[in-house]
């Protein structure tokens, strides 16, 4: 053995350290080729941060006149569904995605929140600044979207109206946010955000969003003739401390309009509150009454469907016994994805702006207790718009008929 | 009496002298090299490290590879010893082997000429192809046609590169993937872009001083044009190369590059400058042209070895599969060495005689034919015709 070692003894050592390299030198390389990707992810966190932090003073500067510097801050996340706007039973959860504080030398002035909503579609991103002094919105900014940005839709929503949020006071029981027709969802996703904005400072910040109590019993649409014309709903209310009752009605976007019975001494938060919940309560506003003359049995509706200037109008004239169409008429404006669109669909001697194809064939369905059919190519906009019309003819034919 | 030494270079002007021994020059060319790998790992590690970007054991990592490269190099050259010469397997005799042979430098430079993230195995294959193929293969230190380290660097690169990418090493590029170290190196993006700008080339990088002092994207131990300044004068003091080769053949490349620049319309001396401190240019002129056995013996072959060496590297940049030309040209040039050798020698023996006239005619039309073609690839004339053209103007 001895002789072996002293014969080979060079060549094991120079083999072993070889071998050596290889297996511990191998092991080193691997680790090195790890932390590549490490660095890697490493330089992209600290470019994100780099850009999120441009941003920030970005915002920061046309938020905060007295600001000076930002820093980003951890939150808990609050989890609080929401209606999806449009949608009568889908929900969704905004999510503040980040959240910074804003700085006048040492002392912190506000929070700029970063948060996500949805409006038409989903990934409305918004950026809030709110003031400490006043617990109050300093600026509103729109980052990214995916609605549609075109004259007719988002690009609505302009400078005057992100102005109303400049100086909106988060201490009042219930926000005013107005909304921009034609940019309704998108209106109604950027005040969900507000909204949420609220909850996510009340819980981060030693502040109390002022309480308004305010319990609607029963929201339905107004049957009366008398009055269904300027107050297509009614409210049944229950608010304040004392729990007082209020029979109300509401116009077409559920705005506080007039008493029914009770005393109006509601006040402005308790009237946001009821239109708030009652935009919640899944009512149709595609379709409303016009008029009814007792006399001719003549019942004038409008639905609202894919023209928006201008509604549908429909008009009934009943049967002697109240309880089915006599005739009905159509005045339209609407436009189909479809062959229907054409003229020689209209009904003879028809004369209107449109060919109301759809329209008279789902009454005429309606009106001979068919069922109602789905048109293709109108199954998106005057469909709907049709079938919520009938339904609410439906309910008026029972109110005249003692709800039969 | 004149002592006339026979058989391959390196030859011991005074073989008594200890300081003039095979051994001593081996030290001084580690010494030489010194600095080189010292800011190799600075740049890699050390100040990495101090900047917070990386941990302690990748600070320490680029002194381990390249000391890992040497130590390999050795290594296989003893087992080889062992294995070839039965009658001296003894620990003293392979040692004293391996003192005479330079074993440690293909490894050192392979090391240093490949990217920070090549996994050990493939720097141990290139170890081996340099050591084993490229110089015991051949007969050993002396005998080698091949600078060894370049065999092994252009094996690895060849098959193995794409093993290298998977691992992070990337060719031509950064070794660090953090803060100023990032990105293309300066002649990746030449390669890339063909425009020769300051603000594409330099501007980017920061600016010429960061070239000089090597503050810029590159493989381990080319970027470091001070230390390797400091080097090439070590070396050149210490007589362990000739001074003149690694001025050559920086001269040409710098007169060349100079010349492209001028025809692209830009005669300002940054473009030159800027060829010369990019790449591996420097390190290749004073660590590998100079090297005694793979480049000829003679004054004049050393003269006219740097000349071709310098049109080659500009003619590589611009035509090569790579950003560098450095490593090919030396190659190409390893195998000339011995016409070289013989030719300058006729004539520095016998004076310009008709043969070795037209020898040398013939060495000049072929050097002038790679930098008129040169010219032409850079991009920045489109045919000789229009070269004439300049030379019609008076411009030339």
């Known amino acids: 053995m001895k002789a072996f070692f002293a014969k080979n003894g060079v060549v094991l050592v120079f083999a072993l350290a070889l071998v050596l390299i290889f297996a511990f030198g191998g092991m080193y390389s691997?680790?090195?080729?790890?932390?590549?990707?490490?660095?890697?992810?490493?330089?992209?966190?600290?470019?994100?941060?780099?850009?999120?932090?441009?941003?920030?003073?970005?915002?920061?500067?046309?938020?905060?006149?007295?600001?000076?510097?930002?820093?980003?801050?951890?939150?808990?996340?609050?989890?609080?569904?929401?209606?999806?706007?449009?949608?009568?039973?889908?929900?969704?959860?905004?999510?503040?995605?980040?959240?910074?504080?804003?700085?006048?030398?040492?002392?912190?002035?506000?929070?700029?929140?970063?948060?996500?909503?949805?409006?038409?579609?989903?990934?409305?991103?918004?950026?809030?600044?709110?003031?400490?002094?006043?617990?109050?919105?300093?600026?509103?900014?729109?980052?990214?979207?995916?609605?549609?940005?075109?004259?007719?839709?988002?690009?609505?929503?302009?400078?005057?109206?992100?102005?109303?949020?400049?100086?909106?006071?988060?201490?009042?029981?219930?926000?005013?946010?107005?909304?921009?027709?034609?940019?309704?969802?998108?209106s109604r996703g950027i005040e969900i955000a507000t909204i949420f904005v609220r909850e996510q400072y009340a819980s981060d910040y030693d502040f109390e969003i002022p309480v308004v109590i305010v319990n609607i019993n029963q929201v339905d649409y107004n049957l009366d003739p008398a009055t269904f014309a300027d107050h297509p709903f009614v409210a049944d209310v229950?608010?304040?401390?004392?729990?007082?009752?209020?029979?109300?009605?509401?116009?077409?976007?559920?705005?506080?309009?007039?008493?029914?019975?009770?005393?109006?001494?509601?006040?402005?938060?308790?009237?946001?509150?009821?239109?708030?919940?009652?935009?919640?309560?899944?009512?149709?506003?595609?379709?409303?009454?016009?008029?009814?003359?007792?006399?001719?049995?003549?019942?004038?509706?409008?639905?609202?469907?894919?023209?928006?200037?201008?509604?549908?109008?429909?008009?009934f004239v009943l049967n002697a016994e109240l309880d089915a169409i006599e005739s009905y008429s159509v005045l339209s404006h609407e436009s189909y994805d479809s062959e229907y669109n054409s003229a020689e669909y209209a009904t003879p001697g028809y004369s209107g702006p449109g060919v109301p194809y759809v329209e008279s064939m789902m009454i005429s369905q309606y009106r001979d207790g068919d069922t109602v059919d789905s048109i293709a190519g109108a199954s998106q906009k005057t469909g709907p718009a049709i079938r919520s019309l009938l339904d609410l003819f439906d309910l008026f034919l029972d109110s005249l008929n003692g709800g039969e | 009496m004149a002592r006339f030494a026979g058989g391959k270079a390196p030859y011991l002007r005074i073989a008594d002298d200890p300081s003039k021994s095979t051994n001593a020059l081996m030290r001084d060319f580690l010494i030489g090299m010194f600095p080189v790998i010292l800011f190799a790992w600075y740049k890699n590690g050390i100040q990495v490290y101090l900047e917070g970007n990386i941990a302690f054991l990748e600070m320490l990592y680029p002194l381990f590879f390249i000391l890992i490269g040497g130590l390999s190099s050795m290594l296989m050259e003893g087992i080889f010893f062992y294995i070839t010469d039965k009658e001296n397997r003894n620990v003293k005799g392979i040692m004293m082997k391996l003192k005479n042979s330079f074993a440690l430098i293909p490894g050192?430079?392979?090391?240093?000429?490949?990217?920070?993230?090549?996994?050990?195995?493939?720097l141990l294959f290139g170890a081996f192809m340099a050591t084993i193929v490229g110089k015991m293969l051949f007969g050993g230190f002396g005998h080698n046609i091949f600078n060894p380290a370049?065999?092994?660097?252009?094996?690895?690169?060849?098959?193995?590169?794409?093993?290298?990418?998977?691992?992070?090493?990337?060719?031509?590029?950064?070794?660090?993937?953090?803060?100023?170290?990032?990105?293309?190196?300066?002649?990746?993006?030449?390669?890339?872009?063909?425009?020769?700008?300051?603000?594409?080339?330099?501007?980017?990088?920061?600016?010429?001083?960061?070239?000089?002092?090597?503050?810029?994207?590159?493989?381990?131990?080319e970027t470091g044009s001070l230390a390797i300044i400091i080097g090439y004068l070590w070396l050149s003091i210490r007589k362990v190369i000739k001074w003149s080769t690694p001025l050559i053949?920086?001269?040409?490349?710098?007169?060349?590059?100079?010349?492209?620049?001028?025809?692209?319309?830009?005669?300002?001396?940054?473009?030159?400058?800027?060829?010369?401190?990019s790449g591996g240019l420097l390190f290749?002129?004073?660590?590998?042209?100079t090297e005694p056995v793979t480049t000829p013996r003679n004054p004049l072959g050393k003269i006219i070895f740097a000349l071709f060496l310098?049109?080659?590297?500009?003619?590589?940049?611009?035509?090569?599969?790579?950003?560098?030309?450095?490593?090919?040209?030396?190659?190409?040039?390893?195998?000339?060495?011995?016409?070289?050798?013989?030719?300058?020698?006729?004539?520095?023996?016998?004076?310009?005689?008709?043969?070795?006239?037209?020898?040398?005619?013939?060495?000049?039309?072929?050097?002038?034919?790679?930098?008129v073609y040169s010219l032409i690839k850079s991009g920045t004339i489109y045919s000789l015709s229009a070269l004439l053209g300049w030379f019609k103007l008076g411009v030339m």
């Open chain 2, 310 to 371: 310098g049109a080659l590297t500009v003619l590589f940049r611009f035509i090569g599969n790579f950003p560098e030309g450095v490593g090919t040209s030396l190659i190409v040039m390893n195998i000339f060495t011995m016409p070289i050798d013989s030719i300058s020698a006729q004539i520095r023996a016998g004076g310009i005689r008709k043969q070795s006239l037209l020898k040398g005619i013939m060495i000049v039309l072929i050097l002038v034919a790679i930098i």
């Open chain 2, 108 to 122: 050192i430079i392979l090391a240093l000429l490949l990217p920070l993230y090549t996994p050990i195995w493939v």
């Open chain 2, 249 to 277: 053949y920086v001269g040409t490349v710098f007169i060349l590059s100079w010349l492209i620049g001028a025809f692209a319309g830009d005669g300002g001396l940054w473009f030159p400058t800027y060829s010369i401190l």
């Open chain 1, 30 to 186: 691997r680790y090195m080729t790890d932390q590549v990707e490490v660095h890697a992810e490493e330089e992209a966190k600290r470019e994100e941060e780099a850009l999120e932090r441009a941003m920030a003073l970005e915002l920061m500067e046309t938020m905060f006149p007295l600001g000076d510097d930002v820093t980003r801050r951890e939150l808990t996340p609050l989890e609080i569904d929401y209606l999806i706007p449009g949608k009568s039973s889908e929900y969704f959860q905004p999510q503040v995605e980040k959240s910074f504080t804003v700085y006048a030398g040492t002392e912190p002035i506000g929070v700029i929140y970063i948060v996500v909503s949805h409006g038409n579609k989903p990934g409305l991103k918004l950026a809030y600044g709110i003031d400490f002094a006043t617990d109050s919105i300093l600026g509103i900014s729109v980052i990214e979207h995916s609605e549609t940005d075109t004259a007719s839709y988002f690009q609505k929503l302009d400078e005057t109206y992100y102005a109303q949020f400049s100086g909106l006071s988060f201490d009042t029981a219930v926000l005013a946010i107005d909304s921009v027709a034609g940019a309704t969802y998108s």
């Open chain 1, 238 to 315: 229950t608010y304040g401390t004392e729990a007082k009752s209020i029979e109300c009605y509401l116009a077409l976007d559920f705005t506080f309009s007039g008493v029914k019975t009770g005393v109006d001494d509601l006040t402005d938060d308790e009237k946001l509150e009821i239109k708030n919940q009652a935009a919640g309560s899944g009512l149709s506003t595609l379709s409303y009454f016009g008029s009814w003359d007792q006399n001719t049995r003549t019942l004038v509706m409008h639905a609202k469907g894919y023209v928006t200037r201008y509604t549908i109008d429909v008009t």
């Open chain 2, 150 to 221: 370049l065999l092994g660097y252009l094996a690895v690169g060849f098959t193995l590169s794409g093993v290298i990418a998977s691992a992070g090493g990337v060719f031509n590029q950064s070794e660090v993937l953090v803060d100023a170290y990032a990105g293309a190196t300066p002649l990746g993006t030449l390669a890339s872009s063909k425009q020769i700008s300051y603000a594409a080339l330099v501007a980017p990088y920061g600016s010429l001083w960061n070239f000089f002092l090597g503050t810029i994207p590159g493989a381990l131990g």
């Open chain 2, 284 to 289: 290749g002129a004073v660590f590998m042209a």
